[in-house]
């Protein structure tokens, strides 16, 4: 059968669906935040290997110290939820197991990311 259609009419609905770019310029944006912060936690975990537990939670009762150490516990879990997300779409081509990959990525990442925060604040506010 002969189409008589052009290439832009056969294209047309296969196309962008206008959101990619935004999760494009997230991971990007988060890519970009983690660089400082992780430089800042590696600089202050070095520092911290010389100490004892006392120190630690001295270092991390520091509200800058909680705040970026919470930012960078954050963002990574978000980035590594984003990651894992565009990995499980592309890959992925059976939609029930997609569906699930991506619940269950949510789930891991929400779940870890929210018991690292929790107890960073923990010891910051004096629980531990």
Do not use: Q
């Not at 997300?85 to 939609?95: A, F, G, S």
């Amino acid at each position: 059968m002969v189409s008589y259609r052009t290439p832009l009419g056969r294209a047309r609905g296969l196309g962008s669906a206008k959101h990619g770019v935004g999760h494009w310029i997230s991971e990007r944006v988060g890519a970009i935040a983690l660089v400082p912060l992780t430089l800042w936690g590696v600089f202050g975990v070095l520092r911290l290997a010389a100490g004892d537990y006392g120190a630690a939670v001295a270092w991390i009762s520091d509200p800058l110290n909680a705040v970026l150490m919470v930012l960078l516990i954050a963002i990574s879990f978000w980035h590594m939820h984003s990651g894992m997300r565009v990995v499980i779409e592309d890959y992925i081509h059976v939609t029930l197991n997609k569906s699930a990959l991506l619940i269950l990525n949510l789930f891991v990442c929400g779940l870890a990311g929210a018991l690292a925060v929790f107890s960073i604040l923990k010891v910051a506010l004096g629980g531990a």
